[in-house]
């Protein structure tokens, strides 16, 4: 049983929730019910390739026999599900109408990769100041498909819905907020996508389901992956984008599924970054805490432990065994350290790999994003201890991947 300090508290906002649906029927969670909502909220049947189908169940399942949700929790999950059922609705009937949409080409996408909290945020916020490169929006990862029939194919209604729903949501997540700011327009990484497949990592933060862990670390996610650059064109196609500008990528998720991102995008240029695991470890521990925190009655920082201590772990493994395979041409490391040192002198680095030109145009513009990202970002505080941790057991954990990249200590 999880018996560590600090271990629970609800925000007011969800208080009031579970405190108003004390009395009322549970949230119906099982995918019949799930799946027959977003026909409704839709008006649309077919989802076409229908490979998520089993992750979903896999991860429903779950939910509802391992993650103790509280009322609040299983609003969460129903919200997260039906949205992205509805998405994939409206998707394929998008790719029905259009087929030359999955036929576009995705050129050489520049894909940040490296640990949870080592500095993949910052590059990919840089690199999205180079306009001639496109990125993903939280928006667009939230809700990516047009809505046929609807005003400007639902382009605005799409927008409006996550602007209001983070809104919404950061006074009950407060501490994520500080942690990973979030803005409807920012760059903001493709697990999102990977979410409407049902194989991305988020999950894994917002409750405790083991067996679905099992599932994540093992199981094939290619399924995920080729529907995730099936709604990178679709966003593309969208916008009015032109298929030859390059994505720029960001998910440390890929460290563990390296294999399936490289076949699905063959010719990508990897930028690998590294920091000190024990500031990696603990960040993401206190941030995805701030989540599953509201989500259940019970505490939960020993499950965030025992999970999220073994992910970081089984990441960097697979991560240095795929990379023995790629091309040194695809792939670039990239410090923690050495971007507080000198930003200008690794964005040259990089942009020498990516084949682009770093442009007086470029670095003015990564500048200022820097200077007014200062004042964006809140302090994080967390401890290992609070999670039954520490620093030497985290080192110790992580040491074969400190000594493989020589990653410095941080703050010695």
Not at 46 to 67: N, W, Y
Not at 92 to 108: H, L, M, T, V, Y
Not at 356 to 362: D, R
Request: include cysteine; charged fraction near 25%.
């Amino acid at each position: 049983m999880d018996t560590l300090p600090s271990t629970h508290y609800h925000t007011p906002l969800v208080t009031n929730f579970i405190r108003e649906a004390q009395g009322k029927p549970k949230i119906d969670l099982s995918p019949e019910a799930l799946i027959a909502d977003a026909r409704r909220q839709t008006g649309l049947e077919h989802f076409g390739d229908e490979s998520f189908l089993p992750a979903m169940r896999t991860l429903l399942q779950a939910i509802e026999e391992e993650a103790d949700l509280n009322a609040f929790g299983r609003f969460i999950a129903h919200t997260r599900t039906v949205r992205s059922l509805c998405n994939r609705l409206w998707a394929d009937a998008c790719f029905e109408a259009r087929k030359e949409i999955q036929a576009r080409k995705i050129p050489a996408p520049i894909i940040v990769v490296g640990p949870h909290r080592s500095g993949t945020t910052r590059l990919q916020h840089m690199l999205a100041c180079d306009q001639r490169l496109q990125f993903l929006s939280a928006w667009e990862g939230s809700n990516p498909a047009p809505r046929p029939g609807h005003p400007d194919q639902g382009r605005q209604a799409r927008y409006e819905e996550v602007v209001k729903g983070l809104a919404a949501r950061e006074p009950m997540y407060p501490g994520a907020f500080v942690a990973h700011p979030i803005k409807a327009d920012w760059p903001e990484e493709e697990m999102l996508l990977l979410n409407h497949s049902f194989s991305g990592f988020p999950p894994l933060g917002l409750y405790h389901v083991p067996s679905y862990y099992r599932w994540f670390i093992e199981g094939d996610k290619t399924f995920g992956y080729q529907y995730m650059a099936d709604l990178m064109k679709l966003i593309s196609d969208n916008r009015g984008e032109p298929e030859e500008k390059r994505w720029i990528l960001k998910n440390p998720q890929h460290l563990l599924d390296l294999d399936i991102l490289l076949k699905v995008f063959p010719d990508a240029k990897l930028v690998f970054t590294h920091r000190d695991p024990i500031k990696t470890v603990g960040s993401i521990m206190s941030l995805v805490w701030f989540y599953a925190v509201q989500h259940t009655d019970r505490p939960c920082r020993g499950h965030i432990r025992d999970v999220w201590l073994d992910f970081c772990e089984q990441m960097a493994r697979r991560s240095i065994e795929a990379r023995a395979s790629i091309p040194a041409s695809q792939q670039i490391d990239v410090y923690y350290h050495d971007m507080n040192r000198d930003w200008r002198g690794q964005m040259k680095r990089i942009y020498d790999f990516a084949g682009l030109e770093f442009t007086p145009e470029v670095e003015a513009a990564q500048a200022a994003w820097l200077k007014a990202s200062e004042s964006q970002h809140g302090q994080h505080r967390y401890n290992l201890e609070d999670f039954g941790t520490s620093a030497a057991e985290v080192d110790e954990r992580m040491m074969f991947n400190r000594k493989h990249y020589d990653i410095p200590y941080e703050g010695r």
